[in-house]
């Protein structure tokens, strides 16, 4: 059963700052990219978007778009406006600036001043609901999660629409803000049969992308979670050690196994999938493997 | 079509909902703690879930339907339930419709036993030769009752 | 006289190789270890809010043996006015016995079985404290 993907699901933002080189707004404009980019968002470099629009085609579909312009001239706006992009937030750096009692520059150097305000402005970005942040209005984690299926032979492998990041190893990140929650796929439970230990890191281990962030053992086999994400161990789901087969009841929501608070997210994202790219992955792999059990 | 043909195979597919029909069944044993036709009930009911009709039938351990969060009482809203029942006292039909909904099929272990004319004193703890080809048996007669309810379209199947 | 059994509980667990050590394990214990002063009953009845099921529990000692984190029968215990007075998990007699871990629902193996007879061991012996031996 498909669920379609709709945008109030859609947890992922995609920025598309202006290339501002003449102006302090400008550099803070791209700076302020770069800060969302440690919070998960995906950056659209607006040179080559306009010189190569198919190289962004994937990334704006996956999430919605925050067009940030360094000043009123409005060049990502209008680049956006051009490509009838569909913008969920617009912020302009000057403006947000003159708010706060802040002029912008000539030198195009980013000054203190100014830096000191983009901290503010990503919260102010986060705050419109557009990537979830941990607070008092509410936690993180908590969207509905809509899953996709195939199947093959008697078994049907679920993988979640949008939110999650897979690496080859069939281990997701659900990245919601400055944290990641890691865990096994459908395919992991399903191929690796009732889940009855699982080892947790430590609280507050340094984890690097592809480190082993805990361990699991069925009564077929044992297996390492492989982190798809850097971060450093903040929680770890007691339910899960408690009961290892929550892992098989609800390997993607319920039974996450780890919780991390991200460090590099930013360089981490190039080398996973998301959910479209890991359900055709996983298609293809498990189709291979039926066939090589079963022949064609 | 007969009980024992070989599961259907679904192949490389998206999985959809045919219709309104579910592609599903429920088969829901007793818990049959104490009697030895509730071990022979659920049994079969893992015979037809590993070997008969795997990826096709769905289960819920019974105690749930108090025990659990509530989603398992739309059991029998969301597929056809075949109820297998160690004794008279029928706790899987009598929960599935006290918590759940109607049953489309029930049987009643102790009654096939007498059509059998089985009169064999059976053991709930240690079952042995007797009680493994019984639990096969009743397997066979809970894939049969399956075939039914496909055969009525009540539950969507490909490749049938 | 249901007063004078002690009642081992088993959950009804249909899906969990952990699930059959526990019954099994109950099984050990009211049919061969201690079958004049333990007994079991169908979870099912107390799902069906039977009462001579409901009576019995209430009016004896109960220990429950579970296959999984859900708890199905000390819940269902609870549900019908009776706290038990011990609640066993088979995962955590696992985790003392890595090495015992249970096969299939079907067959629980060797290493199931071995498990099986520790828990029914330990079942045993509190039921004979809970009978004031």
């Known amino acids: 059963m498909a669920d379609s993907e709709n945008d109030t699901e859609q947890t992922e933002i995609v920025v598309l700052p202006c290339s ?277 | 079509m007969q009980a024992d043909e070989k599961p259907i195979e679904a192949g490389v597919n998206e999985v959809e909902t045919k219709e309104e029909r579910p592609s599903k069944v429920g088969v829901l044993s007793c818990s049959g703690e104490s009697e030895a036709e509730g071990t022979i009930a659920r049994n079969a009911v893992r015979l037809v879930i590993e070997k008969y009709r795997p990826g096709m039938v769905v289960t819920l351990c019974l105690p749930l339907y108090l025990a659990g969060d509530g989603g398992e009482r739309e059991f029998a809203r969301k597929v056809p339930v075949i109820a297998v029942d160690g004794c008279e006292k029928a706790c899987a039909r009598k929960a599935t419709e006290k918590y759940s909904g109607e049953v489309e099929s029930w049987i009643d272990i102790r009654d096939l036993l007498k059509q059998w004319g089985v009169t064999d004193k059976l053991s709930r703890s240690h079952p042995g030769k007797l009680e493994d080809e019984l639990a096969e048996k009743v397997a066979q007669e809970i894939v049969h009752r399956i075939n039914t309810l496909i055969q009525e379209g009540k539950v969507a199947v490909d490749n049938l | 006289m249901s007063k004078d059994k002690v009642y081992i509980i088993p959950c009804s667990g249909i899906g969990k190789p952990t699930a059959s050590v526990g019954r099994n394990a109950a099984y050990r214990v009211v049919d061969d270890m201690r079958p004049d002063t333990c007994d079991t009953l169908c979870l099912g009845l107390l799902t069906l809010r039977d009462e001579e099921a409901v009576s019995k529990v209430r009016d004896s000692k109960v220990i429950t043996i579970e296959g999984c984190a859900k708890d199905c029968a000390r819940k269902n215990v609870e549900v019908s006015g009776k706290t038990p007075d011990i609640s066993h998990r088979v995962h955590d007699f696992l985790k003392e016995h890595r090495d015992l871990k249970p096969e299939s629902v079907l067959d629980v193996g060797e290493g199931g079985r071995k498990l099986t007879d520790i828990i029914a061991t330990r079942l045993a012996e509190e039921a004979d404290e809970l009978a004031g031996k």
């Not at chain 1, 995906?42 to 704006?60: F, G, H, N, Q, T």
């Not at chain 1, 102010?124 to 093959?152: M, N």
């Not at chain 1, 080859?168 to 865990?183: T, Y």
Request: hydrophobic share 40%; proline share 4%.
């Open chain 1, 20 to 296: 501002g080189l003449d102006k302090e707004a400008g550099s803070a404009s791209r700076e302020l990219a770069l800060l969302l980019s440690d919070r998960g968002a995906r950056i659209v470099c607006p040179v080559l978007y306009e010189r190569s629009p198919k190289r962004y085609e994937k990334d704006l579909g996956a999430g919605r778009l925050v067009v940030i312009d360094g000043c009123k001239t409005g060049c990502a706006s209008k680049l956006a406006a051009e490509r009838g992009l569909k913008t969920a937030r617009k912020l302009t750096v000057t403006e947000a600036a003159k708010q706060q009692g802040v002029e912008a520059g000539k030198d195009p150097r980013l000054g203190s001043a100014l830096r000191d305000l983009l901290p503010e402005l990503v919260e102010e970005i986060l705050a419109t609901g557009l990537v979830k942040a941990e607070g008092a209005e509410g936690a993180l984690f908590q969207e509905t999660v809509s899953y996709q299926e195939f199947g093959i032979d008697k078994f049907v492998f679920r993988v979640p629409t949008s939110g999650y990041f897979f690496n080859e190893n069939d281990c997701w990140a659900r990245v919601d803000g400055p944290r990641a929650r890691v865990g096994v796929s459908d395919y992991v439970q399903q191929s690796a049969s009732d889940m009855v230990f699982f080892e947790p890191p430590a609280l507050g281990a340094e984890v690097s992308i592809f480190d082993e962030v805990g361990s699991l053992e069925t009564t077929k086999t044992a297996l390492d979670i492989i982190s798809p994400v850097s971060g450093k161990v903040v929680a770890i789901n007691s339910e899960v050690v408690e009961a290892p087969d929550l892992i098989n009841e609800n390997p993607y929501e319920r039974g996450w196994a780890v919780e991390l608070e991200l460090t590099d997210f930013g360089s981490d994202r190039e080398l996973l999938m998301d959910s479209a790219e890991y359900f055709e992955y996983l298609k293809r792999k498990a189709e291979g493997e039926h066939e090589a059990l079963y022949g064609k």
